[in-house]
């Protein structure tokens, strides 16, 4: 197979360099964190990070069919010396793909001629949405619905088969690497010092060995109880990247066939594994909110119309931790113009949530810190050039955890199903619903004694100074496309403005009703299950203005950054240490 670079020398020398392409260091090879473990602990992690790179070979074949083979290419080009090639490479492990996209929301395509799919490579390369909603529709009416529930499953990997469609489990299209990862899984519960995580290993190997979606339920339900142990580790499922499946309901005939035959469709989960030790002191400042939880869930919109995963008065089915982090690998690390910073899993659609499981809080320390002198400087630019100088004072960057964990734990809150119904707007709904009830309840959180007045302000600024982007997002960027809505709401609703100047000023006054208010019409929205009102509410507030671009005009001359790449020290000593 031939393949030709899309980017130019220049292009590639620009995007690679230190300027542009931003390194974000996980956990140091001369770490404390590291230095404190047992060695059974040690030598569990060796195994847990080798499991780790199996991932990246999962998520790039679900991304796009030509991910690997392009790989090869590029590695057999530098063999001969092809600087170009080098460079690609670069951005290529960056982003774990051909196609990403950066911070500017431009797609960076490093072969020529690709193409974005919104089937990735979960669907067949040259099957179009009509095709597929016209070969569903013919399937239904012919009796094959066990067939098609396999299609619009969330695991399993779509093929043609004749002039139909056939569904994989990922178990059997993804055999070697699971495989792999399982043996590696019961060789680190051997030596792992922790009775509580060793289990969740060994049902998480046998989970990823078998097609039985009760075998993952089983392993879910088991890490999500997960909360003293001295390692972490993930192996997430989320659906942002599958924009196809959630299609199918746009499509009214194929919609009410579905609903005749209790078919819901499911978009499809691409795979990531993540590493670390838990931080105990991290985890401890984290753990204070959880007391709030039955509070934050009684504060909640309309909360008599519906069930969610915490009751308003108890909870035993959260958990959270603070977590160095070693690695990140398949869709947990691929950089595409941001990386994840937590994480609340499982998602609703997961099995585990309906046998008893509880869902868990993981926050990311190093992809969220930084601290060094250059961080802070870019920090303080971008302060002095878009936000009021009086209001530099409640901006603290740790407000902003904060916000995160509120962020983490409203996926808990509000409705607990139904939702899928929205289609390919799901996603933004929900991360605009967890970061609209972060702020929504910090008045009760603040008369809890959660915060004082002075960090709840400080919430309230940071959040609001941050609610600007250098471009507007595609609408398959869920988090930037939700960021984009709720800079256009509050700016509506007088809670922020923007000067002639591209100054922010934030009335903390109004913040927290605002958020209120738009939290309700989220809600009633996820309530409605009702496709064409979510796409209504998208359209309503998904307005780039000329306030919004008043701002990213500065952002992008103080900011030149691009896109970033972790870099995984200890995990790679480690794998270097096991090769010796």
């Known amino acids: 197979m031939k393949f030709e670079l899309n980017l130019t020398m220049e292009e590639l020398e620009k995007r690679t360099h230190k300027d542009y392409l931003i390194r974000k260091p996980m956990l140091e090879k001369d770490s404390q964190e590291y230095k404190n473990l047992s060695q059974g602990d040690k030598e569990a992690l060796k195994h847990l990070v080798k499991a780790s790179n199996y991932a990246n070979l999962i998520y790039m074949k679900q991304d796009n069919e030509l991910n690997l083979p392009f790989m090869e290419f590029l590695q057999s080009e530098i063999k001969k010396g092809n600087k170009a090639a080098e460079l690609t490479k670069t951005l290529f492990d960056a982003q774990l793909g051909i196609i990403g996209i950066d911070s500017e929301s431009k797609s960076v395509i490093l072969l ?56 994989i489990d990922y178990t059997e299209e993804f055999k070697e690497e699971f495989s792999a990862i399982a043996n590696e899984l019961e060789l680190a519960a051997k030596t792992s010092t922790n009775k509580d995580f060793n289990e969740y290993l060994i049902l998480q190997a046998e989970a990823l060995r078998k097609n039985d979606p009760m075998l993952d339920a089983k392993a879910d339900k ?110 947990e690390g691929s950089y595409r113009g941001g990386i994840t910073i937590a994480q609340n899993l499982p998602n609703n659609d997961k ?139 509050f700016i509506k609703e007088g809670a922020i403005t923007v000067n002639s100047d591209g100054i922010i000023d934030i009335n903390t006054e109004k913040m927290i009703p605002t958020a209120r208010k738009m939290l309700t019409e989220i809600i009633e929205v996820q309530l409605s299950q009702d496709f064409n009102r979510g796409e209504k509410f998208i359209n309503d507030y ?17 900011d030149k950054s691009l896109n970033g790449m972790i870099t995984t020290p200890l995990a790679d000593f480690i794998i270097e240490d096991r090769n010796d």
């Open 351 to 489: 099995l585990s949530l309906t046998i008893g499981g509880g869902r868990r809080n993981v926050y990311h320390r190093q992809v969220r810190t930084n601290k060094s002198p250059e961080a802070k400087e870019r920090r303080q630019k971008r302060l002095n050039a878009t936000l009021n100088k009086e209001l530099h004072k409640l901006y603290n960057p740790e407000a902003d955890h904060w916000f995160t964990i509120g962020h983490e734990n409203v996926h808990s809150l509000g409705p607990k199903s139904g939702t899928e119904a929205l289609g390919k707007y799901k996603n933004i709904i929900e991360e605009n619903k967890a970061d609209m009830g972060s702020l929504a309840l910090l008045d009760c959180l603040t008369k809890e004694g959660a915060y004082t007045e002075e960090e709840k302000n400080q919430i309230l600024v940071t959040f609001g100074a941050n609610c600007f982007l250098k471009a507007k997002p595609e609408l398959s960027q869920a988090h930037r496309v939700r960021t984009v809505m709720q800079a256009y709401f």
């Open 542 to 558: 998904f307005i780039w203005t000329e306030d919004m671009d008043k701002v990213s005009k500065k952002l992008k001359e103080i």
């Open 112 to 167: 020529k001629n690709a193409k974005e799919l919104d089937g990735k490579a979960f669907y067949p390369s040259d099957l179009t949405k009509e095709e597929l909603h016209n070969i569903l529709k013919n399937m239904i009416k012919t009796g094959k619905i066990e067939e098609v529930k396999n299609i619009l499953n969330q695991r399993t990997i779509v093929k043609r088969n004749a002039d139909e469609l056939i569904g």
């Open 222 to 331: 088991k890490w999500a109880s997960l909360q003293n142990t001295p390692l972490e580790f993930t192996i997430s499922r989320e659906q942002y990247a599958d924009l196809l499946t959630g299609s199918v309901i746009e499509d009214e005939e194929l919609k009410t066939l579905l609903e005749e035959n209790n078919i819901t469709p499911i978009s499809k989960d691409s795979i990531g594994i993540r590493v670390g030790i838990v931080n105990a002191k991290g985890t401890q400042d984290i753990l204070k909110i959880k007391k709030f939880l039955p509070v934050m869930a009684e504060n909640m919109p309309l909360k008599e119309k519906y069930e969610q995963n915490i009751s308003s008065d108890e909870d035993n089915l959260q958990t959270m931790i603070d977590a160095d982090i070693v690695t990140l690998r398949g869709d």
